[in-house]
């Protein structure tokens, strides 16, 4: 019959230590969520900023322009070379290739001055409109007689015979003169080895010779042009006789592909013309280039060189848009010099003179993923100028891309931190394809570079950084929320809808649960004697301490009745244990109880004890109720069960009762037999036993000494069970069990069956 109290003290105080669950009071609770919606409303102010941060970083990239940036938008750019290569028209330019065949027949690089002059003189004679060396002549002629006269030790008479006879580079000089040929010298940063070796010091930082004049149409823009220090040059003799002298430099980007030809330079003494631009005025025998300026001062804008008005970069260069390998844009020296081209192949063409052989070094990278001989380059360029099919990136560019930074980068922040995740995704990846799309767009039809690369990290930014914004403040919100609502419901349902949102369903299931239900005697009278803001702070300290010792057992809150409070375990969640939770709770209750009515009772309030019923079983658990709204609750016979437990310690005189369905999961809960109960309304009585609390075994009579009485009262031996009941009733007059049945026995009852006249 005894029990020992241990172990069930052990377990309620585990599972107080074991769990996080809300059990601070009302106001702290309150305090605490009204700290939580002020921080999700500052987050809500931050959230305003951080997009408008992110869309300023990205207005900084683009007028700061990193390396990395540039590199990027640079790939993204030869992407749409590759999926869209010019296409090919037949201009009337060509390549007089010195190829691996041209050499093999006619001999290694470098040719004498004279078999130059031959190729001028086929070209001239087949009617090209202009000439162009790639190639520069800056060195003497090493094969000339007069040259190998001053460099070899030769017999004097030797000597004299080779003077006499024709200087090769005089013999090209003549040559040249009265052709359209332009000439080539190549612009440095300082003066290098190559210059050293220039027989005559051919380096300098002016060039001496200029066919050409510069005309600007607004303010100059030299400032803006790539800038070199000195220009290594031509030969004096070959330059007098040229019709053009243009620059070699090409302006290769930091990964070394050549993107972009200078169609103008600057030198310190001026600006001067690229081999292209000066093959285009010698072919249409103009003097004059007129270089436009940009209307807000920000570098060149066009280029006009005869007819022909190029749109260029502010620096003065063309973007290249490149075409795939065309055989026809190639004629092999070697064919040219033996007479094997017909003159209708080049009358009326510009034609680059240049070489493809891999051993002459001049191989560049392009954007189809090829390495190209630099004349092609050159060659490429021409054609797309000749044909009208000029890339440019236009001076409203930039514009357009800041429009699109703020712009879309403020819609995309505000989106995604607003809306739904999956909604405000989906838009941005529509706006971010419609961004890439329209780069694509511009591009194919009408040969524009936009860059769509800083608008499009941007938005991607501004994305991220209004999800993050938008996860934190809705993680906030639902902290704030849970907690609030776990003021109206229990912690534990609240953390399983949030958990498993399908729990929130119409629909029950059929459980084991136990039931913890708790009455305050007078409460009523207690009310009608105060003033009624004192009587709700008095129900409220109560039922805050009531209630906090329920979450820290893990138990739902099944409802509050004005002073009553039920209180489920093992539901929602399954408990194995739940039968020893719910003791657990009643004794911590019990004892909360007392020590709030003994505090209340040095103030002079008179709060009446609190009554508790435990009794556990089969029931269904689940949500109902309609579309409106529905409750969780358990329903069926062991409720009602445990609440009229409740109201028999009125009855009893105990403060405790708890049933044998209870205690099955409880072996070692100290308890003492109540009797038999035999509720109204039953035709089954059940097993009721008290707990044995620390203020029972102080006030109670021994529990050796009841048991012995009560072993008597069972096996129907009623003069020596009244007898000692009598007996401890005056050892122990406080004893409710004892006076209760010395009474029954007294009154002719027998027994422990003990019938409940009232609910």
């Given at each position: 019959m005894l029990r020992r109290l241990g172990p069930a003290r052990g377990l309620a105080s585990s599972l107080a230590s074991n769990t996080d669950r809300l059990t601070g009071s009302?106001?702290?609770?309150?305090?605490?969520?009204?700290?939580?919606?002020?921080?999700?409303?500052?987050?809500?102010?931050?959230?305003?900023?951080?997009?408008?941060?992110?869309?300023?970083?990205?207005?900084?990239l683009l007028v700061i322009d990193p390396l990395p940036l540039q590199t990027l938008r640079n790939n993204v750019f030869d992407q749409y070379q590759r999926w869209h290569p010019r296409d090919y028209v037949d201009a009337p330019v060509r390549i007089v290739d010195i190829d691996e065949e041209s050499l093999r027949r006619l001999g290694q690089w470098p040719w004498p001055r004279t078999r130059l002059a031959a190729l001028v003189e086929h070209l001239q004679a087949a009617g090209v409109a202009a000439i162009g060396f790639d190639i520069l002549l800056?060195?003497?002629?090493?094969?000339?007689?007069?040259?190998?006269?001053?460099?070899?030790?030769?017999?004097?008479?030797t000597s004299r015979t080779l003077q006499r006879l024709p200087d090769h580079d005089q013999v090209l000089a003549r040559t040249l003169s009265g052709t359209p040929t332009v000439l080539a010298f190549l612009l440095q940063h300082?003066?290098?080895?190559?210059?050293?070796?220039?027989?005559?010091?051919?380096?300098?930082?002016?060039?001496a010779w200029r066919p050409f004049r510069y005309?600007?149409?607004?303010?100059?823009?030299?400032?803006?042009?790539h800038h070199f220090e000195t220009a290594l040059t031509?030969?004096?003799?070959?330059?007098?006789?040229?019709?053009?002298?243009?620059?070699?430099?090409?302006?290769?980007?930091?990964?070394?592909?050549?993107?972009?030809v200078p169609l103008v330079l600057g030198l310190q003494d001026g600006p001067?013309?690229?081999?292209?631009?000066?093959?285009?005025?010698?072919?249409?025998?103009?003097?004059?280039?007129?270089?436009?300026?940009?209307?807000?001062?920000?570098?060149?804008?066009?280029?006009?060189?005869?007819?022909?008005?190029?749109?260029?970069?502010?620096a003065g260069e063309v973007w290249v848009h490149y075409s795939q390998p065309v055989p026809q844009r190639y004629l092999p020296a070697w064919k040219l010099l033996a007479g094997e081209l017909?003159?209708?192949l080049l009358a009326g063409h510009i034609v680059l003179v240049g070489s493809s052989a891999q051993g002459l070094m001049d191989l560049r990278f392009g954007p189809l993923r090829r390495i190209m001989p630099g004349v092609e380059i050159h060659a490429q360029a021409l054609e797309q100028i000749l044909a009208g099919q000029t890339l440019q990136r236009p001076n409203w560019a930039t514009a357009v891309e800041v429009i699109a930074v703020i712009l879309g980068g403020l819609a995309i922040a505000w989106l995604s931190s607003h809306s739904r995740a999956l909604a405000a995704a989906g838009i941005a990846v529509l706006l971010l394809a419609l961004l890439l799309a329209s780069g694509w767009y511009a591009f194919r039809v009408h040969g524009l570079l936009i860059n769509t690369i800083t608008p499009a990290l941007v938005f991607a930014g501004s994305f991220v950084t209004g999800s993050l914004i938008h996860h934190f403040?809705?993680?906030?919100?639902?902290?704030?929320?849970?907690?609030?609502?776990?003021?109206?419901?229990?912690?534990?349902?609240?953390?399983?809808?949030?958990?498993?949102?399908?729990?929130?369903?119409?629909?029950?299931?059929?459980?084991?649960?136990?039931?913890?239900?708790?009455?305050?005697?007078?409460?009523?009278?207690?009310?009608?004697?105060?003033?009624?803001?004192?009587?709700?702070?008095?129900?409220?300290?109560?039922?805050?301490?009531?209630?906090?010792?329920?979450?820290?057992?893990?138990?739902?809150l099944d409802r509050i009745v004005g002073d009553a409070v039920a209180i489920m375990f093992s539901a929602p969640v399954p408990q194995a244990d739940h039968r020893a939770r719910a003791l657990a709770c009643a004794l911590e209750m019990d004892a909360f109880a007392a020590d709030h009515a003994g505090h209340l009772r040095e103030r002079g309030i008179r709060l009446g004890r609190t009554r508790i019923g435990i009794h556990s079983g089969d029931v269904i658990v689940g949500n109902f109720g309609g579309s409106a709204i529905f409750d969780y609750r358990a329903l069926g016979d062991p409720v009602n069960t445990a609440s009229r437990l409740e109201s028999a310690n009125k009855q009893l005189g105990t403060t405790i009762c708890v049933s044998e369905a209870t205690l099955a999961g409880c072996p070692d809960a100290p308890v003492r037999p109540v009797g038999r109960l035999l509720l109204k309304g039953k035709s089954v009585a059940i097993k009721v036993f008290e707990p044995l609390t620390q203020r029972c075994v102080q006030r109670y009579a021994p529990a050796a000494a009841y048991a012995e009485a009560y072993r008597l009262m069972v096996d129907a031996s009623c003069e020596p069970a009244l007898a000692r009941f009598r007996a401890l009733a005056q050892a122990w007059p406080e004893d409710p069990l004892v006076a209760l049945h010395a009474h029954r026995l007294a009154a002719g009852e027998s027994g422990d069956l003990i019938e409940m006249l009232v609910k």
């Open positions: 009302m106001g702290l609770a309150s305090a605490r969520g009204t700290t939580g919606w002020k921080a999700a409303l500052i987050l809500k102010r931050v959230g305003v900023l951080l997009p408008v941060i992110a869309v300023v970083l990205g207005l900084a800056a060195e003497p002629d090493r094969t000339s007689p007069g040259t190998m006269a001053a460099l070899w030790e030769l017999p004097a008479s300082a003066a290098g080895p190559a210059q050293a070796s220039a027989a005559d010091g051919a380096a300098g930082a002016v060039l005309v600007h149409v607004g303010a100059p823009a030299a400032d803006r042009l031509a030969r004096p003799e070959l330059e007098a006789g040229a019709a053009g002298y243009g620059a070699l430099n090409f302006m290769a980007d930091s990964d070394g592909i050549v993107r972009r001067v013309p690229s081999l292209v631009a000066e093959l285009l005025r010698v072919a249409q025998g103009e003097r004059n280039y007129f270089l436009r300026s940009d209307e807000h001062h920000l570098g060149l804008a066009e280029m006009r060189i005869g007819q022909l008005r190029i749109p260029t970069t502010a017909p003159a209708s403040i809705s993680e906030r919100e639902q902290r704030w929320i849970k907690t609030m609502f776990a003021r109206y419901v229990s912690p534990n349902r609240v953390e399983l809808l949030v958990q498993h949102p399908e729990a929130a369903v119409l629909g029950g299931k059929r459980q084991e649960c136990s039931f913890v239900f708790t009455d305050l005697e007078n409460f009523t009278s207690l009310m009608e004697s105060v003033e009624p803001e004192a009587a709700v702070n008095l129900l409220n300290d109560y039922l805050d301490g009531m209630i906090a010792i329920a979450f820290r057992h893990e138990g739902t």
